[in-house]
Each structure stands twice: as structure tokens, then as C-alpha cells.
């Protein structure tokens, strides 16, 4: 048994925390306030006097909100009115009680992972104080623009993926295994192009996905995708006709634009050749960490695709849309998402969703800041086992898809840390490196 490592925190001066809360998260909400600000007309003309008078009040209290996170203010609890606002004031208690009694919960002394999801349900509170622009999504310049930067990589992956369906059938199961591991890795890659890390700045994908895979090869630092092959394959039952498959994939989603069309493709292949029966996607309920996947930006893409201007595209697009209608694919949202919890947390504050993921026979956890989650941003060695840092997280047999984006990392090889920053001192918030790690009760 491990002694549990204190939460990654700004506390450490000149930590990738300390660095991200001084540096990057006013930024964010700098971009936000101008974004708001930006779009007055658009809110005049919907809403009138009563549009301006929004825009005016949710600006003074984002910059409320910034000019208390930079000079290190306590957390105040929500004052709106939502499903989640209690248990959010809730968790601030608890993390008073964490912190005792000496000194506030505030953006410099608490948990990194705590303070910067609030940052995030802070916005939320400014629009929702502010009816007539409570559905403004702040972010969806940038999710759609990254979305069209990647046009190209879009057709290269869309045409890959319509390639190889046309002679499924005649693949032998080698030949499955290997086209499986590059949809994964292409969706693990997909993963590189998330917004937040660079504060909102341009990232998107330009060069075709799949030729560069081999390429990136040496930067996957766990590599288990032959567990999750053979999750899949042991997750087959027979059916009427000969072997049909029985298994669901959960893909808990992170970023929209490129990333998300990687996971549309990856989930796409999982059902076209039979290793899965039905995806259900899990998304955000609010615009979260700059770019994450909401239910607009699901849908969103999915039209888009369809209605591209390149065959294999929208072949695609229209082959999802079809997907989500007959029920293959679902798209769900749940408030727990969007909290601050470690996931270790789940089975008891979110014992709904736990059980649904209960009913995955594989679930993917795609991206840094799920990562963050799994394993409770904390302080790990390197060599402790995913196992272990994830303290009882396991409804399903379960594999993180993730570009390293902050420090955290579990599960390496004796050795394999310290190496790595010798080599390398930013590689776990490069974005450069990646892991394919996997962890089943099942495999213990
Ligand atoms: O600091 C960078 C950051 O904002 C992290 O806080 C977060 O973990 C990550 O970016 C978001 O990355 P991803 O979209 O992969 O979860
Ligand atoms: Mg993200």
C-alpha cells in the first residue's frame, strides 16, 4: 500500500502548476473577456439594452475573477443556481477541511487540479448571472477554427478510413490488429491538439495523421494497446451469425476540433469491423478547459463532416450521423464530468455514472486532463503502478489515451524518469510524449 502523495499545486514556485495559474489561466481569461466583449453586437442585436447590460456584467465579473486569482484571493463559493452549484460548494468545504483551518482555500495554496476546474465553472457562473447570454460558449470561435485548420488532416483520415471499409471483410486478423493500432494512435496523437495548453493559441493538426504515426512511435512511453486488442477480442461473444461481437467502448471525449474527429473515425473502425457493438461518447455539459467536446460541438462536427465538399468525408459524416440515429453511437453528458473530483472519487459522489461505466467493456480516457483524474494529480513517483495511483478507479477495463501536458506520470520503467529528464526536462508538459496505458481488474 502507498502512502498517498500531496496534490500538484502552485505552491511549488516555478512548478508547471505555479507556472500555469501566474502565467496561463489569466490569459485564458483575458482571451474570454475579450471573446464576450467582441461579440456585443451580436448580443445587442438578439437581446437588445438588455444584451449590452449582460455583456457589461459578465466582463466585470470575469475580470473580477482574474484580478482574484492573481493576487492569490480565497475561493468563494458559487452563487447561481444550478443542478451542480451545490456540490461544488461542498467540495470547496471539503477542501477547506484538507487545508484546516490556519489559512483559505485560494488559486496559489490549493490544488492545482481543484482550483483550475473552478476557474472553468466560474465562467459558467458569469454568463448564467446573465440569462440573455447564459448558452454563449466562449470557446466556440476557437473549437470550430481549429476544426477548420485541420481540413486537410480531416480528408487524409476520412479517405484512410473509407479505404480500409472497403475490403474489410477480406482482412485477416493480423491485418485488423495492425489497422486497429494506427486508429488508436492517430486518436492518441488527436490528443496533442488540445487549446488549453497553449492558452488558446493556433494547434491544430496540418500534416497528414497517419504517415507520421510511425514517426511518433518512440515517444509512446507505455505502450499497452495489446491489452486493449486483446480486451476486444476476449469481449467477442458468438452470435446468431457466426462470431458477431457483444462489447461496448466508452470513449470519454476530450477536446473538439481534430482530436474529437480521430476519436469519430477510431470508434467508427471499432464498429465497421465488429470489435464493438456500440460507442457511447461522454462529453462536457459546459464549455470546459478551452476546448472539450459538448453536445453542440458532438453534433456540430458530425454535420460538418457530412456536409464537406470531399467524397470520403462526407461519406463519413453521413455514416455517423447514421450511427448516432440508429442508437450505435450515443452521446451522454453528466455534471460529474465537470467537477473537480479525482475519479477515485466516482463510485461515491457520481455512483450513477460509475455504474454506467460499469456496463463498458473497455473505456477510453482520452487526454492530459482525464489523466490528471485517473491517477489524482498527484505527486507520484514514476515507477508506482497505474493501478496504484488510480485507488480504487476501475468500473470497466479501462486505458488512458494521453499526451503529456502536465507532471504527472505513473507506470514507467525503473529508471525510465529520470532518464527521460536528463534528456528531455519538459517532457511530461511538452505535449511531445504520449502513453497507451491500460489498466483491467481482470489482468491483476
Ligand atoms: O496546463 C495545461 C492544461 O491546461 C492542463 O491543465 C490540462 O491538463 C491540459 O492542458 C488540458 O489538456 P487535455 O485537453 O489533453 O486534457
Ligand atoms: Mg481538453
Known sequence: VHEVPPSLSAKVVGSFAYLTIRDRLPTILTKVIDTIHRNKNKFFEEYGEEGIHAEKQAISLLSKLRNELQTDKPVLPLTDDQQDTESWNQ??????????????V?????PWLYVECYMYRKIQEALLLNPPISDFD????????????????????????????????ELSKNQLFEHFNKFLQASLWGNKCDLSISAGQENSQKTSPIESLSSLQPFVLVDDSNLVWSTL???????????????RVDIVLDNAGFELVTDLVLADFLVSSGLARQIHFHGKSFPWFVSDVTANDFQWTIRQTMAANHKWMSKSGVQWQHFVKEGVWCYHDHPFWTQPHE???????????????????LALFKGDLNYRKLTGDRDWDHTVSFNAALRGFGPAPLCSLRTLKANVQ???QPGQGEKLTSNDPNWMTSGKYAIIQFYSQKSE
Do not use: H
Not at 477542501?95 to 490556519?102: F, H, K
Not at 477480442?233 to 462489447?247: E, F, K, L, V
Not at 475519479?343 to 467493456?361: E, R, T
Open 343 to 361: 475519479f477515485c472519487d466516482m463510485a461515491a459522489d457520481a455512483p450513477d455514472l460509475y455504474a454506467s461505466l460499469q456496463g463498458a467493456d
Open 233 to 247: 477480442i476476449s469481449a467477442q461473444r458468438p452470435g446468431q451469425t457466426g462470431m458477431t461481437s457483444a462489447s
Open 138 to 169: 466562449v470557446f466556440n470561435e476557437g473549437k470550430t477554427q481549429s476544426y477548420f485548420e485541420s481540413q486537410r488532416a480531416i480528408m487524409a483520415l476520412c479517405t484512410y478510413l473509407e479505404g480500409i471499409k472497403k475490403n474489410m471483410e
Open 410 to 412: 505513473v507506470g514507467l
Open 91 to 104: 467540495y470547496l468545504q471539503r477542501q477547506q477541511r484538507l487545508q484546516g483551518d490556519q489559512e483559505s
Open 106 to 110: 485560494s488559486w496559489f495554496k490549493s
